[in-house]
């Protein structure tokens, strides 16, 4: 077993596309194709016992699945694949399962450090999504090494999802901005989706496209909950290391019948952020006004106590241009704050990496 597994690599050999393929690809590129898509990668223990196999060999074949399903995607175009390796609900697991899983990935990521040199010629970066403080010490070491080796690559992304659910890494954002407010670098009224959005570990991707399920079930099972709020979902009928190109093919077409609907829906949930930023900006720009003002015994502007047509036109101009330094200022304590928060969970991986003296 332990053998199977080391030869299996991140890169395998490509088999030439047949010209139906070529086709279907061309057919396909000529349209909107996803550039982020999500995986949930199910079924690889129905797939063991359909096939009689040991459980772990189900993950196995849904490793050298996954290693196949990035070369489809680097092909059309895709730049970004976000994949769920390994759920905290999935501790729960038998301990034999839960070690052949951690066994398979160490093999996996030192495997990825042995081909860095096809990583970087792929120009494929790596990151991990979740606390991976509940991983082995020496798997986080491995995770952190494929982080930072590849960190500076520009041409697609993959994003694993490791000791992760969708509902730990809000919790986890909430923490951080509860944290900012405490410690003085935000208020609380600088709460926003966008700022919350900011804090999760999803916060250098893009906008989750595609996402794809296999083995039939019809559920998210807490993955990617806050980012797949418009996204449009392709449950597959077929298990995971079954997946093939014409179920990929197949989704990305889905996606596109479905795609014009999902950028009206996008843009007006952009409109609505930018609306209520705008409103709360007002609001707590005149609470501030009204307490410099009391302080002074004098009107705050935005409150005319004789309106003449005049004075609301230079009052408005005042008051958007104190809207305007009020957004200003927020942005800088946001920047702050978010360098704070990324500059902490970047040491955390440095801290992982081995020490050269
Ligand atoms: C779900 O199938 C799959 C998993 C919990 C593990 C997925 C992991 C891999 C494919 C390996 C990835 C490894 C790396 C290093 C990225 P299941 O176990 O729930 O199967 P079932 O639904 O048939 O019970
Ligand atoms: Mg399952």
């Given at each position: 077993?332990?053998?199977?597994?080391?030869?299996?690599?991140?890169?395998?050999?490509?088999?030439?596309?047949?010209?139906?393929?070529?086709?279907?690809?061309?057919?396909?590129?000529?349209?909107?194709?996803?550039?982020?898509?999500?995986?949930?990668?199910?079924?690889?223990?129905?797939?063991?016992?359909?096939?009689?196999?040991?459980?772990?060999?189900?993950?196995?074949?849904?490793?050298?699945?996954?290693?196949?399903?990035?070369?489809?995607?680097?092909?059309?175009?895709?730049?970004?694949?976000?994949?769920?390796?390994?759920?905290?609900?999935?501790?729960?697991?038998?301990?034999?399962?839960?070690?052949?899983?951690?066994?398979?990935?160490?093999?996996?990521?030192?495997?990825?450090?042995?081909?860095?040199?096809?990583?970087?010629?792929?120009?494929?970066?790596?990151?991990?999504?979740?606390?991976?403080?509940?991983?082995?010490?020496?798997?986080?070491?491995?995770?952190?090494?494929?982080?930072?080796i590849s960190a500076n690559n520009k041409r697609a992304v993959l994003n694993v999802?490791?000791?992760?659910?969708?509902?730990?890494?809000?919790?986890?954002?909430?923490?951080?901005?509860?944290?900012?407010?405490?410690?003085?670098?935000?208020?609380?009224?600088?709460?926003?989706?966008?700022?919350?959005?900011?804090?999760?570990?999803?916060?250098?991707?893009r906008s989750v496209d595609l996402l794809i399920r296999t083995s039939g079930e019809?559920?998210?099972?807490?993955?990617?909950?806050?980012?797949?709020?418009?996204?449009?979902?392709?449950?597959?009928?077929?298990?995971?290391?079954?997946?093939?190109?014409?179920?990929?093919?197949?989704?990305?077409?889905?996606?596109?019948?479905?795609?014009?609907?999902?950028?009206?829906?996008?843009?007006?949930?952009?409109?609505?952020?930018?609306?209520?930023?705008?409103?709360?900006?007002?609001?707590?720009?005149?609470?501030?006004?009204?307490?410099?003002?009391?302080?002074?015994?004098?009107?705050?502007?935005?409150?005319?106590?004789?309106?003449?047509?005049?004075?609301?036109?230079?009052?408005?101009?005042?008051?958007?241009?104190?809207?305007?330094?009020?957004?200003?200022?927020?942005?800088?304590?946001?920047?702050?704050?978010?360098?704070?928060?990324?500059?902490?969970?970047?040491?955390?991986?440095?801290?992982?990496?081995?020490?050269?003296?």
């Open positions: 077993f332990k053998r199977k597994i080391q030869i299996m690599t991140w890169f395998p050999e490509r088999r030439r596309p047949t010209w139906l393929q070529r086709l279907c690809e061309a057919i396909l590129k000529s349209g909107p194709v996803p550039q982020h898509v999500a995986i949930i990668m199910d079924g690889n223990r129905r797939f063991a016992v359909k096939n009689s196999l040991e459980k772990c060999e189900g993950h196995v074949r849904g490793f050298d699945k996954l290693a196949e399903t990035l070369e489809w995607c680097l092909d059309l175009g895709i730049t970004e694949v976000t994949v769920y390796a390994f759920s905290i609900e999935n501790f729960k697991r038998s301990p034999d399962e839960v070690n052949g899983l951690m066994e398979l990935s160490r093999q996996k990521f030192a495997k990825l450090l042995e081909e860095r040199n096809l990583i970087q010629e792929h120009q494929v970066c790596v990151r991990i999504i979740g606390d991976i403080s509940l991983l082995p010490r020496d798997l986080q070491e491995l995770l952190a090494e494929a982080v930072s999802c490791f000791a992760y659910t969708a509902r730990d890494d809000m919790c986890n954002a909430m923490r951080e901005l509860s944290s900012g407010v405490k410690d003085g670098f935000i208020r609380e009224s600088d709460i926003s989706e966008n700022l919350l959005e900011k804090c999760l570990y999803t916060s250098h991707s019809v559920r998210l099972s807490d993955f990617l909950l806050w980012e797949s709020a418009y996204t449009c979902l392709a449950f597959v009928k077929v298990l995971w290391p079954e997946f093939s190109i014409w179920h990929l093919y197949a989704a990305i077409l889905h996606y596109q019948r479905n795609y014009n609907k999902i950028q009206i829906a996008r843009q007006n949930l952009m409109i609505e952020r930018e609306r209520l930023q705008r409103e709360s900006d007002h609001r707590c720009m005149l609470e501030e006004e009204t307490e410099a003002c009391s302080k002074l015994e004098i009107i705050p502007p935005g409150k005319v106590s004789i309106p003449t047509t005049h004075s609301i036109i230079t009052q408005n101009k005042n008051v958007q241009a104190l809207v305007q330094q009020y957004a200003e200022a927020r942005t800088e304590r946001e920047n702050v704050f978010l360098a704070h928060v990324y500059t902490k969970r970047a040491d955390f991986i440095k801290s992982l990496l081995p020490k050269h003296p």
